[in-house]
């Protein structure tokens, strides 16, 4: 045998495991960027699996055909910007509005296919805010599409939703000062079921699941055990905001994604000026009472949650989360500078990380490029940080023109639902 092959094998067998794993991705990864080009994924493997398959489970091929039900103030948006990128660097199709709904599926009615834009169908993946109608969905995804979505802790949500949408739902308009706790104290002096936007002021989570909000469980009980076997019988998973990373970490298994087919950036966040710092006990009690519905649910579903953890392995899922931290960090840093931070919409030069600005009382962050960018890198960049209305209308335009849609006033549908949506902030000159 030559003396550098002799040299090599001894090398060879010195390694662990780990380290020829390491190298075989970093040579997987270098082949991938040569040959798709660097805008398909631009940023190299960062880190391996902490938590590989079982030994007797062959490798999946990832998955590619996904609906994501987004509801209202659960961090669904940024969900949503994970699918729209994953959904670009593999040249898959999403589903998008219809331009008469406007950026979300003619929210609040139920959702029907006919409101999908036909540049978009048939879809690989779908994200935009909805409300859920099983047989709709499935009329429209192929088969084998899995079904995921998120919650939220309801009282937290709920202080959300009043902040949010208070120059949009009546019941939140007609509380004097834009007081939470007045509100609270006597939903019922406030709320009317049935008017416009009334489903942002009681059990959000029960209709967008396309439950009736109006339903109690301390007078039917069988109502909401209906309710979590209907959601159980779709959703293949159903992720936890407040547990974000490890749900993003269970997320990836289920589809059998990388670690770095879920990194994100924030988005859609309000500034901290715009919410409460801490809800109180009492206030807390009160919003989950008045949403009883959607307490029961997030129950249900945060202790379902945490049994999935424990199956995967606790260890093993929070070991993941904080290496997907660790490298959500780098890549922040390496797009938005070495100190990145959420800006004021008036504070971000790029007009297409403006985030829309729901009003004057609310303020919504963005991240902003640093400037003289140009390139793969910040094309990816900018991708990471756009808001939901952005890129919406960026993927519109993308797939009408590799469909060869030709540019045509769209046909209107009837009676399209008011939507709580403004012109977007414009951008000072050259942007």
Known sequence: MPPILQHVQQATKMMSRRKV??????????????HQGAQLSWYPKLFPLSCPPLRDSPPRPKHMT??????????????????????????????????????????????????VHPATRP??????????????????????????????EPAAMFESLFSYYNQY????????????????????????????????????????????????PRDDAAYLAGLIRQV??????VM???????????????????????????????????????????????????????????????ATFWRRVASAGRACVEREARELREARERLLRRCFGEEPVLRPAAQIRTKQLQPWQPSRKVDIMGYDLPSGGAGPATEACLKLAMPEVQYSSYLLRKQKRRGGVRA????VLDNPPPRPIRALPRGPPGH
């Open 123 to 152: 879809p690989h993946v779908l994200a935009s805010h909805l409300r859920f109608d099983r047989a709709e969905l499935e009329r429209l995804m192929p088969p084998g599409t899995v079904y995921v979505t998120i919650l939220r």
């Open 408 to 411: 045509r006033p769209e046909p």
């Open 240 to 302: 936890i905001a407040e547990y974000f990373d490890e749900s993003l970490v269970l997320l990836r298994r289920l589809l059998a994604w990388d670690l770095d087919d879920v990194l994100y950036a924030k988005l859609n966040a309000r500034a901290a000026s715009s919410r409460l710092a801490a809800i109180p006990a009492a206030l807390a009690r009160a919003a989950r009472a008045w949403n009883a519905l959607d307490a029961g649910l997030y129950d249900h579903f945060n």
């Open 169 to 216: 739902c009546p019941a939140f308009r007609r509380v004097p000062n834009a007081s939470l706790e007045a509100f609270l104290r006597a939903p019922e002096a406030y709320y009317r079921a049935g008017e416009h936007f009334a489903m942002f002021a009681h059990n959000t989570l029960a209709y967008d699941l396309g439950g009736d909000n109006e339903r109690s």
């Open 21 to 34: 794993l390491l190298l075989v991705l970093g040579c997987s990864t270098l082949s991938l960027l040569i």
């Open 232 to 237: 159980e019988e779709v959703f293949s998973l």
């Open 66 to 115: 996904v609906a994501f039900l987004k509801t209202h103030k659960t961090a669904g948006t940024t969900v949503q910007n994970i699918l729209f990128r994953f959904a670009e660097r593999h040249n898959l199709t999403v589903a998008l509005p219809h331009p008469s709904c406007e950026h979300q599926f003619c929210y609040p009615r139920n959702f029907s296919a006919h409101f």
